[in-house]
């Protein structure tokens, strides 16, 4: 079986940490050689997650952000953004389009996009402890590929 | 991320170029505002070909350009979406609301 990898990075929940989380993601992504479509949809979901953090999970404060990465089943890139801040009351709710609590410049979609570029997405929350979203996307093996 | 623009005729056109996320996104915002209150076009046109990426923070960003436009009686609309790009508006649906025109 081939030997399964994994990253954890942890970093405060600064904006300016949301591109340097979708790019470090990316580049572990890139040993299961995606294509520029699959990366694309990574990246995306990734800055999601994160930003998800950073604006919910503590409106007022700079908290601690845990992403891990990790291949499973060969081809399958798992991905696990945790947070330690406020926690969603209503994940239900808080996963329909358009619903926000962000302000103008947020857009409810965040979920939607997660939900649609991902192949899984779990959602776990406890009110004043913190949030966990895991998502799964397999990457498709190519012809031509080792 | 870049932000530049042109105006001719009352067509606003606003190219944005680099990555578009939330980091950017407030700032993005404010600067559309002041460019469509300094020209007062009759259209504005958000031109995407240089956005390298873009997540749902952009879709925020279009949806406040559409409604300045709307508060001032114009029309805005979005050009040229790379391929990631492309998938964000798609699945955000927000093609529903404003034209997304290419030119490939």
Redesign the interface.
């Known amino acids: 079986m081939k030997e399964e990898n994994y990253i954890k990075l942890e970093f405060p929940s600064r904006s300016s940490n949301e591109a340097f989380a979708r790019a470090a993601a990316a580049a572990f992504a890139a040993q299961l050689d995606p294509t520029l479509e699959e990366l694309g949809d990574v990246k995306t979901a990734v800055s999601e997650a994160v930003t998800n953090a950073i604006v919910h999970a503590y409106p007022d404060a700079i908290g601690r952000i845990v992403m891990r990465l990790r291949i499973q089943g060969g081809n399958t890139l798992e991905i696990m953004v945790k947070d330690f801040g406020k926690g969603i009351e209503n994940v239900e709710e808080a996963r329909k389009p358009l619903f926000t609590t962000g302000g103008s410049e947020r857009s409810g979609m965040g979920f939607t996009i997660m939900e649609s570029f991902m192949d899984k997405l779990r959602v776990r929350s406890v009110p004043g402890k913190g949030t966990t979203v895991v998502m799964q996307r397999a990457i498709r093996l190519r012809v031509g590929r080792r | 991320m870049t932000i530049a623009a042109s105006c001719a005729g009352g067509r606003l056109t606003v190219y944005l170029g680099g990555?578009l996320?939330?980091?950017e996104?407030?700032g993005a915002?404010r600067s559309i505002q002041e460019l469509i209150d300094e020209h007062m076009p009759r259209l504005c046109a958000l031109d995407l070909s240089e956005i390298s990426?873009m997540?749902?923070?952009g879709?925020?960003v279009i949806?406040?350009a559409g409604r300045k436009m709307k508060a001032i009686g114009g029309q805005l609309c979005v050009e040229n979406p790379a391929?990631?790009a492309r998938?964000?508006l798609e699945?955000?649906?927000v093609g529903k609301l404003i034209a997304v025109a290419s030119n490939g």
């Open positions: 990555e996320d939330h980091h996104a407030g915002i990426f997540d749902s923070s879709i925020a949806i406040n391929e990631q998938r964000v699945t955000s649906g």
